[in-house]
Nanobody, 123 residues
């Protein structure tokens, strides 16, 4: 089973960009959908974006649509989240996870969670 390790978080100012990475220690199969979620203090974990490994199709939560881009790296099994025009609402711990449920945005459908990477947005 793949283990997922996130990196790339840090401190940003409003309007800045960050790129998060999620490295899988095992294989990512064509049936997998790789997702990014985030959790701010006192809030539930929420869906951010996901990518279907077989064909690269992507889908996004409305708050990040047009600002964030999820992509994949090959041949290494890495998933990226490019975050542009950050605002204070984007501050959270960002998690990478995997599912085989096509189109799912539900945390319960995802397994193999990483440990998370902190994104802080402050002026």
């Amino acid at each position: 089973q793949a283990q997922l390790v996130e990196s790339g978080g840090g401190l940003a100012q409003p309007g800045d960009s960050l790129r998060l990475s999620c490295a899988a220690s095992g294989r990512i199969f064509s049936s997998h959908i790789m997702g990014w979620f985030r959790q701010a203090p006192g809030k539930v974990r929420e869906f951010v974006a996901a990518l279907k490994w077989s064909d690269g199709r992507t889908y996004y939560a409305d708050p990040v649509k047009g600002r964030f881009t999820i992509s994949r790296g090959r041949p290494n099994f890495t998933v990226y989240l490019e975050m542009n025009n950050l605002n204070t609402d984007d501050a959270a711990v960002y998690y990478c996870a995997r599912t085989t449920q096509n189109g799912s945005r539900r945390t319960d459908d995802y397994g193999a969670w990483g440990q998370g990477t902190q994104v802080t947005v402050s002026s």
